[in-house]
């Protein structure tokens, strides 16, 4: 009989209190609804909450504020973000997560699998040989040397417009449509203040509709259809684009 009775995501504690409000809806209140129907408690904690006594490396004590967990009794949600205002937290995730992996908790976002899922071009590479076929894309470093435009070699066979974007973070920010190289350009040493890496994509067109398929185990679970606002380039619900959860397909 499982003992399961709590689940706890680990999240960077930087969030303001209108972000945190922005949040609610889309994330916390969503999963706080789901482990109340499965009879979970519920808790979210930034990675200084969590404490690991592994003076025994066999079995390895953790506590989330000061509160002892055990495998087999708390699951730990550990999907890696790093928006720009996270990007300190980024190790400390990261680490966090391998630990909990060691010590023997089940993980649903495992961290071998983190910065695959994070990075755009990285979830394109992995997944080459998948029969959907991807979206061309162009994957821009940037740095102190963003200057010299090294990452021109690849612009060549570009046709304009085209979507800019960070490779990693979410909610649609930083998604900007370039119509030529030079905005390309302006786009990329303002990305270089954060040393955020770009991505660049064909603009697929106004009124672009898409569709995410969720897949547990290999099954298709679910599927949200997003549609943008009128003259917006995503359907993020954080840029105006507005959900819906058709069946899914047979």
């Not at 010590?103 to 695959?116: E, H, V």
């Not at 370039?178 to 660049?200: K, M």
Request: hydrophobic fraction near 40%.
């Amino acid at each position: 009989m499982s003992t399961l009775r709590r689940m706890c995501w680990i999240f960077p504690d930087r969030e303001s209190t209108l972000a945190t409000s922005i949040w609610h809806p889309f994330f916390w209140d969503m999963y706080a609804e789901v482990a109340e129907e499965l009879g979970l408690t519920w808790c979210r904690h930034s990675t200084d909450a969590v404490t690991v006594d592994a003076r025994d490396p066999g079995k390895p004590r953790v506590y989330v504020d000061r509160e002892p967990v055990t495998p087999e009794d708390t699951l730990f949600i550990t999907a890696l973000y790093s928006l720009p205002y996270q990007s300190a937290d980024i190790f400390n995730q990261y680490a966090l997560y391998a630990v909990l992996q060691q010590a023997g908790f089940y993980l649903p976002f495992p961290p071998a699998l983190s910065p695959l899922a994070n990075d755009k071009l990285a979830t394109m590479l992995y997944l080459h040989d998948a029969p959907i076929p991807p979206i061309p894309t162009l994957r821009i470093g940037t740095g102190r040397d963003i200057g010299k435009h090294l990452y021109e070699v690849a612009l060549d066979e570009l046709t304009y417009p085209v979507i800019v974007k960070p490779s990693g973070w979410c909610g649609g920010g930083g998604v900007n449509l370039a119509r030529d190289s030079e905005e390309i350009r302006g786009l990329a040493s303002l990305a270089q203040g954060g040393d955020t890496t770009l991505v660049v994509q064909p603009y697929l067109g106004d009124g672009t509709i898409d569709y995410r398929v969720y897949v547990i185990d290999g099954e298709p679970y679910a599927v949200m259809k997003r549609i943008p606002e009128p003259g917006s380039p995503v359907a993020n619900a954080s840029r105006g684009g507005t959900m819906e959860f058709p069946p899914v397909p047979v």
